[in-house]
């Protein structure tokens, strides 16, 4: 099948979505699919080539601009649009997947109405729980019923939804969303997550090899809720007083969650280490936390803790949204509620148990294969096919009919 997968946002911007789609593209296109991407340029910088970053998968680059609130993303250039829909409806698309919806869902919806291909939509964003920390000057009643409007006006637009969790499912029918809908997560590659050397990275950053630490990955944002985490550390230190927390990622809080480092006393068991390389560095990150900590309460997903599981790392998190449904049944993971006495009890027991961490360090591997890329995108490719088969038989019904 020919797929085309548009996105608003894309590597070198690091976060969910781009890993998200990355992973689709590589794993379809080793299955055989021919897969393109279109996506924002980011400047000289925009990372991937144009076959991608196995050389198997088409990228296609539109002209951008910055936005004003959000300096990390790209809004793509109108002109850019036009052209794109122009050259894209020369070529023939058995389905168009739409990852974000901004201006790549209205190219998707205006090249699927010239195409006549079907359209696959992904909610990836909790888009209610997210505007009000990039809009703060506008009342959060105001933001949150225009966030539901649009989602409502969105998802009705394509003839299919990818929801990667059913707390998103519920969330959606509670705006009124009827569509169709199909849960299905990302998950990872689990051959990507066999390696990395925490005792490397901690050499390499001066860390000791008996120094109490913990890690969390993920993007320096508001909605991550690293500084619940940052309270929860200073709330250990006074039991573990060389604790250090890494955090790798960045992102538009990274300012504030500086300060609030020092305004914790926490400065000196606080690292962080801005973005890694996912297939080297970011792997020796992970192996050198003995603890995975995580508190978002807006993932729909939260893949990080998939791939926290398949690095042996223990976990304690919140279990909210998306890493409600990953943390179900994980034997990998201690669940805290969002209390920095609950949560700092949690990772304070494994800090004292090399033991305890060990048990579920085993059971991390065993409880990421649920979430392996081999099993989700055989379930991705049945999905694209029924969408094919269904759109191409109402056409050859409706020529009949004429």
Same mark, same amino acid.
């Given at each position: ?11 070198p ?63 793509? /250039? ?26 790549? #869902?209205q ?36 933001l949150?019923?225009?966030a ?11 003839? #299919? ?26 998950g ?11 005792? !490397?990275?901690?050499?390499? #950053? ?60 926490? #400065? ?9 390389? /996912? ?17 978002s309460?807006?993932?729909?997903q ?51 148990s090399?033991?305890e961490r ?10 990421a ?10 379930? !991705? ?5 029924e ?10 019904n409706?020529?009949? !009919?004429?």
């Amino acid at each position: 099948m020919k797929l085309l997968m548009l996105s608003d946002v894309y590597f070198p911007r690091v976060n969910g979505v781009s890993t998200s789609i990355r992973t689709f593209a590589e794993s379809l296109s080793e299955m055989g699919q021919e897969v393109t991407i279109v996506a924002p340029e980011y400047g000289r910088n925009s990372g991937e080539d144009k076959y991608g970053s196995s050389g198997a998968y088409e990228i296609i680059r539109l002209l951008s601009r910055k936005i004003f609130f959000d300096p990390e993303d790209r809004l793509i /250039r109108s002109s850019a649009l036009r052209t794109a829909l122009q050259q894209l409806a020369q070529r023939r698309w058995d389905v168009i997947h739409i990852h974000t919806p901004f201006r790549a #869902h209205q190219l998707g919806v205006r090249l699927a109405r010239l195409t006549g291909a079907p359209t696959v939509e992904t909610y990836h964003t909790y888009f209610e729980e997210y505007v009000a920390n990039y809009l703060p000057w506008a009342p959060k009643s105001w933001l949150r019923t225009f966030a539901r409007r649009a989602s409502r006006k969105l998802c009705h637009d394509v003839d #299919h939804l990818i929801v990667p969790s059913q707390q998103m499912v519920e969330v959606l029918e509670g705006y009124g969303i009827t569509m169709p809908h199909t849960v299905l997560p990302t998950g990872i590659d689990l051959r990507e997550f066999v390696n990395g050397s925490g005792a !490397a990275f901690r050499q390499l #950053h001066g860390i000791a090899a008996d120094r109490p630490t913990l890690v969390t990955v993920g993007r320096l944002a508001m909605e991550k809720n690293i500084g619940f985490l940052l309270r929860v550390a200073q709330r250990l230190v006074t039991e573990f007083p060389t604790l250090l927390f890494i955090v790798a990622g960045e992102g538009p809080d990274a300012a504030r969650l500086k300060k609030l480092c020092t305004s914790l006393g926490v #400065h000196d068991n606080v690292y962080f280490v801005g973005n890694l390389d /996912r297939r080297t560095t970011l792997l020796d990150c992970y192996r050198a936390g003995d603890v995975f900590v995580f508190a978002s309460p807006t993932e729909t997903q939260g893949l990080v803790l998939v791939e926290a599981m398949a690095l042996g790392v223990p976990i304690v998190s919140t279990a909210v949204m998306g890493t409600a449904t990953v943390l179900r049944d994980a034997r990998s993971a201690c669940i805290s509620e969002e209390n920095v006495e609950a949560f700092a009890a949690h990772v304070a027991k494994l800090l004292r148990s090399p033991a305890e961490r060990a048990i579920l360090s085993s059971a991390g591997p065993i409880d990421a294969k649920a979430w392996s890329t081999d099993v989700l995108m055989q379930r !991705a490719v049945a999905l694209y096919a029924e969408l094919a088969n269904r759109k191409a038989s109402t056409s050859v019904n409706a020529a009949k !009919a004429n």
